[in-house]
C-alpha cells in the first residue's frame, strides 16, 4: 500500500518552532518529488515549500516563509522534514506533504494530483 505519514504539528507561541515529518511507504521521494501544502480556514491551500528530488534537488519556498522553513529530505528513512523556525500568527494551517511535482495553484488540499498525507494542524499563538 502506498501512502504518506505525516507528524509533528502542534501548538506553539508567536516566535517558537516546530519540526513536521513525512515518511513515505510504496514509493520513494527521490524519484516523486515532495512538498509541503497549507490550508488556512477561510484561505485556499497553497504550497509552501516543494524539492524537485526526482530532477536536481532544487527547493521552492514561497516568499512568507523563506528564511524561517527548511525543507530537508533522508532518503534512507523515506522521510522529508519541514523545520519551521520564528513561527507567526498567519502560519497557523493544516499542514499536507504530498509527493509529486510542485502543484503550483492547487485547488484545494488535498487535491486530486499526487499522494497526499493525512495533514497535520499547526497553531501559532499571539
Known amino acids: 500500500e502506498v501512502h504518506l505519514v505525516e507528524s509533528g504539528g502542534g501548538s506553539v507561541q508567536v516566535g517558537g518552532s516546530l519540526r513536521l515529518s513525512c515518511t513515505a511507504s510504496?514509493?520513494?521521494?527521490?524519484?516523486?518529488?515532495v512538498g509541503w501544502y497549507r490550508q488556512a480556514p477561510g484561505n485556499e491551500c497553497e504550497l509552501v515549500s516543494h524539492?524537485?528530488?526526482?530532477?536536481?534537488?532544487?527547493?521552492y519556498y514561497r516568499a512568507s516563509v523563506k528564511g524561517r522553513f527548511t525543507l530537508s529530505q533522508d532518503n534512507a528513512k523515506n522521510t522529508v522534514y519541514f523545520q519551521m523556525n520564528s513561527l507567526k500568527p498567519e502560519d497557523t494551517a493544516v499542514y499536507y506533504c504530498?509527493?509529486?511535482?510542485?502543484?503550483?495553484?492547487?485547488?484545494?488540499?488535498?487535491?486530486?494530483?499526487?499522494?497526499w498525507g493525512q495533514g497535520t494542524q499547526v497553531s501559532v499563538s499571539s
Open positions: 504530498a509527493a509529486g511535482p510542485p502543484i503550483l495553484i492547487p485547488v484545494a488540499c488535498p487535491a486530486d494530483i499526487g499522494l
Open positions: 510504496g514509493l520513494s521521494f527521490d524519484v516523486s518529488g
Open positions: 524539492i524537485r528530488s526526482e530532477v536536481d534537488g532544487s527547493t
